[in-house]
């Protein structure tokens, strides 16, 4: 069974900086685009970063020059270096990923972790 685990979320001041870490574990074939994606209360899920098998990166607008998505592919771990956090950054941060479990005559199946939350206090 395939799951996605999320870590790093917490607290921090407006300008200062989280490392999220998402690992994912099980019987993994392959491991195809990971990324990020939050959701604060009361708004739609948004992409935030992503990441192909090839090292292509996309970032939303908001977050660009001050995120960094990447990825360790030994480790099936993808992260997102966060910094000059904003109180507009608060929400909670689900990975996602794309995978291809062992054995799967389907092709890749999308994954979503349980999610971290950020707070970010002005």
């Known amino acids: 069974q395939v799951q996605l685990v999320e870590s790093g979320g917490g607290l921090v001041q407006a300008g200062g900086s989280l490392r999220l870490s998402c690992a994912a574990s099980g019987s993994i074939f392959k491991l195809n685009a990971m990324g990020w994606y939050r959701q604060a209360p009361g708004k739609r899920r948004e992409l935030v970063a992503r990441?192909?098998?090839?090292?292509?990166?996309g970032y939303a607008d908001s977050v660009k020059g001050r995120f960094t998505i990447s990825r360790e592919n030994a480790k099936n771990t993808v992260y997102l270096q966060m910094n000059s956090l904003e109180p507009e950054d608060a929400a909670t941060y689900y990975c996602?990923?794309?995978?291809?479990?062992?054995?799967?005559?389907?092709?890749?199946?999308?994954?979503w972790g349980q999610g971290t939350q950020v707070t970010v206090s002005s």
């Open positions: 996602n990923a794309d995978i291809v479990p062992s054995g799967s005559y389907i092709g890749p199946i999308n994954y």
């Open positions: 990441m192909t098998s090839g090292g292509t990166t």
